[in-house]
């Protein structure tokens, strides 16, 4: 049974920093591209962040500079470094694994930035 387990969210003020982890168990990890998505109120989800098995990253515009994802192979673990965050990052931030045409989801993990 495949799961992702999310962690690390939570309220934060303007400029400051969080770091979601992400857990996955019943899949070959280092084999899996994984990634960030997120999904504010009234808004479709949208891509955050990706990191291929080689390591290669990829960012949304919105975040590049901001937020650094990595990877940990031996722990099963994806992490997110959420640095200057701002108001409109405010949204569930949902773990992603990806192969081919096979992917997982997490359950989800509310990140809400005010002041």
């Known amino acids: 049974q495949v799961q992702l387990v999310e962690s690390g969210g939570g309220l934060v003020q303007p400029g400051g920093s969080l770091r979601l982890s992400c857990a996955a168990s019943?899949?070959?990890?280092?084999?899996?591209?994984m990634g960030w998505y997120r999904q504010a109120p009234g808004k479709q989800r949208e891509l955050v962040a990706t990191?291929?098995?080689?390591?290669?990253?990829n960012y949304a515009d919105s975040v590049q500079g901001r937020f650094t994802i990595s990877r940990d192979n031996a722990k099963n673990t994806v992490y997110l470094q959420m640095d200057s965050l701002k108001p409109e990052d405010t949204a569930v931030y949902y773990c992603?694994?990806?192969?081919?045409?096979?992917?997982?989801w997490g359950q989800g993990t509310q990140v809400t930035v005010s002041s």
């Open positions: 019943g899949v070959d990890f280092s084999l899996y591209t």
């Open positions: 990191i291929t098995r080689h390591t290669n990253s």
């Open positions: 992603n694994a990806a192969l081919l045409h096979i992917a997982f």
